[in-house]
């Protein structure tokens, strides 16, 4: 009696398991959809993936000031910077989120390991041996509105010149200072390491 009495509960556990198992497997399914990945305002960087009904979405008829502290190492100089590609994130899921990107005040200063992704391309080659893979992630990011600086004290630390800097970039005076007065104006700092 104790034995399929058992028998049942496990037969029934397994059939409220299952349903959650289909699901999970469904959602591995979606993920290989072309439209599972989405790039609405970056296109080809920063994918993310829309959730429409999830909590805490932005405010379309607001506006969001942001700075990225942006000191993400790369592993091979031939990849963009996971700062960049996370501030490209950001700008996607806002404008899929129905918010205009003339509501997204954004800047992101790079400094510390970061600072070599501000160099122009011959500059990059020269030191890295490679075309600079941010440069085009940079320009679609300035496109969007998103004013990318580079910190000047963090370029003399690295012994690059100031000429060296791509020009779609902003040259600051450090990212301490541009941090802290963009957040004395309101700005939210997201510290991207």
Sequence with gaps: MKTSTLSIRLAMASVV????????????????QPQFWQTP????????????????????HETYKVVFAVAARVSKPTDVNPG??????????????????????????????????????????QAFGTSNPNLDVIGKL???GVDVAICGQALAEHHYEYDWVAPQLTLALSALTTITVLEHRGYTLVPLL
């Design 17 to 32: 398991v299952a349903p959650g198992l289909c699901s999970g497997a469904l959602a591995a399914d979606d993920s290989a």
């Design 41 to 60: 305002a970056i296109e080809g960087a920063g994918r993310m993936h829309p959730l429409p009904r999830a909590a805490y979405q932005p405010n379309p």
């Design 84 to 125: 960049l590609e996370r501030v490209a994130r950001t700008v996607n899921l806002y404008a899929s989120a129905g918010v205009p990107l003339d509501h997204l005040k954004f800047v992101a200063i790079l400094y510390g390991p970061a600072t070599a992704a501000a160099l122009d391309d011959a500059h990059y080659r």
């Design 142 to 144: 300035r496109h969007a």
